[in-house]
């Protein structure tokens, strides 16, 4: 995923790879030697449930690893 300002990305929707929304970026998780991002945390759509998701909810977010990823523009658009 490439490297862009944490404020610009906060908040963006979250697509699936279907292009329906899955929610909000919320936060993201770093790893602490390389300063990379590892994970996504989302705010899910409220008729979605979570436990039908391949992710683990962390701290009532969906914890997405960013190899899922895809692309990064307007939205951030998954690979599944």
């Known amino acids: ?3 862009t ?3 610009e990305i906060l908040g963006m929707d979250v697509l699936d790879e279907s292009g329906d929304k899955l929610g909000n970026l919320a936060d993201f998780r770093l790893d602490s030697d390389s300063g990379g991002i590892v994970s996504l945390m989302v705010t899910i759509e409220t008729d979605i449930d979570p436990t039908l998701l391949p992710w683990p909810t962390v701290d009532g977010l969906i914890s997405v ?3 899922e990823v895809s ?3 307007t939205s951030i658009q ?3």
Request: overall charge positive.
């Open 1 to 3: 995923m490439p490297t």
């Open 5 to 7: 300002f944490g404020r």
């Open 65 to 67: 690893p960013v190899e």
């Open 71 to 73: 692309g990064v523009g």
């Open 78 to 80: 998954l690979a599944r």
